[in-house]
């Protein structure tokens, strides 16, 4: 079965400084991956998916197939990027069509 | 306004008395889904649909149930709760069939079984 691990609870950073939230996953197929976020009192929205390979907000994210990672960075941190981050995986080969997250890391962007 | 509703948005209930959380969408979507959010878990899915009367589990549908008879309605039917069940849920949908296009969430049930 596919799985998505985000090793970091909590990841706490100064405006200004980079980021990178880690996400890895576990899937024998082809995925689809992508991270959703959600802030304070407002919906989870979708963030950015690799398949459309575009930078939101300033996050990027690169499907590494060796490494089964799709780390989101972002070059410089502001505050208003604080929140919870999702990283998410659906099944691209199969017919099955369930979306998997991961627990979330939450980012603290500090003054 | 294009939008993902659920009703209620807070509920407390005692084991065992069946319940229904709403969802519903007017943006026309053919899938839709449900999640439950529990700390240190993040978000798993229940149960999702890729269309009207087509529902499948997704990694968490012991003691849910589910049922699509019109596009957009995908209400989750708990029969017989559990404390267990106590946890945040979210519905979510999104256009095409996959599953693979932008979910689009609802605002969230707070559930509490006693």
């Known amino acids: 079965a596919q799985r998505v691990t985000q090793p970091e609870k909590l990841l706490s950073v100064f405006k200004g400084a980079p980021v990178e939230l880690k996400c890895n996953y576990s899937?024998?197929?082809?995925?689809?991956l992508f991270w959703y976020v959600q802030y304070s009192r407002q919906r989870l929205q979708l963030l950015l998916r690799h398949i459309s390979r575009e930078s939101i907000k300033g996050f990027t994210a690169d499907l590494n197939k060796g490494e089964t990672s799709f780390h989101l960075k972002k070059p410089f941190a502001q505050e208003e990027d604080s929140a919870m981050y999702y990283c998410?995986?659906?099944?691209?080969?199969?017919?099955?069509?369930?979306?998997?997250f991961g627990s979330g890391t939450r980012l603290q962007v500090q003054p | 306004e294009a939008q993902v509703t659920q009703n209620p948005r807070y509920l407390i209930t005692v084991t065992g008395k069946k319940l229904t959380v709403t969802c519903s969408q007017n943006?026309?979507?053919?899938?839709m889904s449900w999640y439950r959010q529990d700390p240190g878990l993040g978000l798993r899915q229940i149960y999702y649909s890729m269309n009207v009367e087509v529902t499948d589990k997704g990694d968490v549908p012991e003691g849910y149930k589910v049922s699509r008879k019109e596009k957009r309605n995908f209400p989750l039917i708990l029969e017989s709760p559990s404390p267990n069940q106590t946890s945040l849920y979210f519905c979510a949908s999104s256009s095409g069939t996959s599953g693979t296009d932008t979910q689009y969430f609802g605002p969230g049930t707070r559930l509490t079984v006693l």
């Open positions: 943006m026309n979507h053919e899938y």
């Open positions: 899937y024998s197929g082809s995925p689809e």
């Open positions: 998410a995986l659906s099944e691209r080969d199969t017919g099955r069509r369930a979306l998997t």
